[in-house]
């Protein structure tokens, strides 16, 4: 446990030097100022007023830039090293393959996480002072499926970096992964259904296996309940898993697939070619 702890403040420090994670405070914190200055604390928008448009509003932004900034930073982890030559030198200290993996992983979710936990705590804070309700519910399911969102991807690129034998590899392969996952979102879907005549459970099922489709309908089902703007596949998730359910489903699954991707990643690491 040592080895691990020592190893996540290691990436933690070294993240913190990089220069993308100063782009990376500086686009969260910067979209939490873009949309106070706009002024949609003040809009309206379907009965959301207040803090819940801007929650809604960063949510969505937050899914579109969070999981391409995370696979692509995190898959020169493992194959940066490699190419580095710090194999070499990480065989000859006393840190387990297991606690240097595992213990990467940490640091860099807590690298990944806390910017957008601030920035969503900075508006909080703000809509405090000023005096703007605060819907405390919406805040904790959003920042719990940011958490999810995270992990979900950051499991992902250890498994792309720990298959790749090169930096440019491992960035095109995980550059690959969020364009097929872009690729299989509602209108590709609904286009496949209309000429192939896919049953509507069928096309659901491959939506929900992607992970950039399950966060965006998650954070649609607190704002719409009824899905709406999903149209004829709204039926099929509600009679299938139900409101409440779903959202339990949005935040089990995408932990699971991480956990299943970073074990993974960790098995093809440890028994392959290391230097």
């Known amino acids: 446990m040592k080895s691990l ?7 933690i420090a070294e993240s913190l030097r990089a220069r993308w994670f100063g782009i990376y405070c500086l686009i969260f914190g910067g979209l939490v100022a873009l949309l106070f200055a706009f002024g949609l604390t003040e809009s309206r928008v379907l009965g959301f007023i207040g803090l819940s448009r801007l929650l809604v509003t960063f949510i969505q932004l937050t899914m579109a830039i969070l999981p391409i900034f995370v696979l692509i930073t995190t898959v020169r982890s493992v194959a940066g090293d490699r190419e580095a030559g710090v194999f070499e030198y990480l065989l000859s200290l006393p840190v387990g393959l297991a606690s240097w ?12 996480f806390l910017p957008v936990f601030v920035a969503m705590a900075a508006a909080v804070a703000w809509a405090l002072i000023r005096g703007i309700e605060v819907p405390w519910g919406m805040f904790g399911y959003y920042t719990l499926l940011i958490a999810v969102m995270g992990w979900c991807f950051l499991g992902i690129g250890m498994l792309v970096s720990a298959l790749a034998r090169s930096t440019d590899v491992a960035q095109g392969m995980a550059f690959l992964v969020w364009l097929t996952l872009l ?6 879907l609904l286009g496949v259904m209309i000429q192939g ?8 099922g491959f939506a929900l296996v992607n992970p950039l489709q399950v966060f965006r309908t998650a954070a649609l089902a607190l704002f719409d309940p009824q899905l709406i703007v999903l149209g004829p596949s709204a039926f099929v998730i509600l009679d299938t898993f139900g409101a409440r359910g779903y959202q339990l489903f949005a935040l089990a699954y995408p932990t699971l697939l991480g956990v ?3 074990g993974s990643g960790y098995w093809v690491f440890r028994r392959g070619d290391l230097p």
Do not use: H, N, Q, S
């Not at 690729?183 to 590709?188: E, K, Q, S, V």
């Open 5 to 11: 702890w020592l190893t996540a403040r290691l990436d």
């Open 101 to 112: 993996f595992w213990g990467k992983m940490l640091g860099r979710y807590l690298v990944i």
């Open 183 to 188: 690729l299989f979102l509602d209108l590709i």
């Open 197 to 204: 005549r896919i049953a509507p459970e069928i096309a659901v």
């Open 260 to 262: 299943i991707c970073a």
